[in-house]
């Protein structure tokens, strides 16, 4: 199973991802997560991260090679599923690309719907736990006591507005590009963790 996952920064992405992959028992790969790792790691370059802490994206060629190394791991041999990548056509086009250098191709691209009024209270209520890697959410889904809570600084009211511009932007060409290849499938995204994943396994099954 080759999946892409497409939706609006706050639409629970995350969280429907992992229980899809642990269905399907094949890997996540996120390349906001992988972006950040190296962050952290020291390795990113100082440009890279401002453009992260602004909201933008990095450039194409950037994620691309991330995804091109990471899809030929041992445990991507049973397909894999993909968050925050592509999201643009030129890297969607990289992906079919190096899909096809292997052999292979995507089956579905499923597209998680939430309004835009909806996605800006999740974002300025999320919260990590920075030993757990968990997200909550300050009112609807309450951090333990003893949790490390961070808030994304891309998460912070200034850049949340230009992610959500960012993402309407990418989608407008985006979804029209999978929609042509006959990938797309959409999924509403409003409604308890447990309803969406019952609708996301729907649309894959
Ligand atoms: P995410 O966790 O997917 O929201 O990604 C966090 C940040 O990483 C984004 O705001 C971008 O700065 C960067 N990023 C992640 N994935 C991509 C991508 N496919 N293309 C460009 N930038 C990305």
Known sequence: MRVVLVGPPGAGKGTQAKVVCQRFGVPQLSTGDMLRAAKAAGTLDPQLVAAMSQGALVPDDVV??????????????G????????????????????????????????????????????????RADKKTGQIYHLQYNPPPPDAELEHRTDDQPAAVGHRLDTYEAMTAALLPYYQGLGLLRRVDGVGTPDEVTARMLAALA
């Open 64 to 77: 691309v090679g991330l995804i091109d190394r990471r899809v030929d791991a041992a445990d991507c041999a």
């Open 79 to 126: 397909g894999f599923l993909l968050d925050g990548f592509p999201r643009t056509v030129p890297q969607a086009e990289a992906l079919g690309a190096l899909l096809t250098r292997r052999g292979a191709r995507l089956d579905a691209v499923v597209q998680l719907d939430v309004p835009r009024s909806l996605l800006t209270e999740r974002l300025i209520h999320r």
